[in-house]
């Protein structure tokens, strides 16, 4: 009897990576002469991010930190999932971005398809927020994976492959 191969597809970060770059932009805010007194506040939960501040100028030059604190840190932009800028109180602005974890049952069932079209062989199933891929050769295991690295500059969202067995 043929044994199956298979891995995992998934889409997550480094929680602990992400804080650690929040914290240096902080410092970083808090010591830049142009942003020292605007009264930014990043903050971190389960599932956004929110920067509060005073002009929509210094939000951009905020981001813009965060954003350069991520990437020396390998984290993905695309992780991150930016609402419009919106008017709070006191004549401040705020702005959201919604934290993107796991892959949602629609871009599963698309790179399902993808993968399908592609690979005839190869079994796609999709298993909460994480894609399996099925096959009896690992040398299409591994073409898979190469696609899908191929593929990854048109997806909304940061992959990892995982569980190669």
């Given amino acids: 009897m043929a044994s199956e191969n298979s891995f995992d597809i998934v889409s997550d970060f ?7 770059a929040l914290d240096q932009a902080r410092r970083d805010v808090g010591t830049r002469y142009d942003l020292k007194d605007t009264g930014t506040v990043i903050d971190l939960t ?11 100028m210094s939000l951009r030059s905020v981001r813009d930190i965060i954003e350069t604190k991520m990437l020396r840190r390998n984290l993905s932009l695309k992780i991150l999932d ?7 109180s006191g004549g401040r602005v705020k702005q959201t971005a919604t934290l993107r974890k796991g892959i949602d049952t629609e871009l599963a069932k698309k790179l399902q398809k993808l993968i399908r079209d ?14 399996r891929i099925v096959s009896k050769s690992r040398d299409e295991l591994q073409a898979v994976i ?4 191929e593929q ?14």
């Fill in 118 to 131: 592609q690979f005839p062989k190869v079994q796609g199933r999709i298993q909460g927020d994480t894609l």
């Fill in 152 to 165: 990854e500059g048109d997806l909304p969202m940061p992959l990892q492959y995982t569980n190669y067995r």
């Fill in 14 to 20: 480094d929680r602990q990576e992400l804080i650690n």
């Fill in 82 to 88: 930016f609402g419009t800028a919106e008017d709070v």
């Fill in 146 to 149: 190469q696609f899908m690295r």
């Fill in 46 to 56: 389960q599932t956004e991010l929110s920067i509060t501040t005073d002009t929509e």
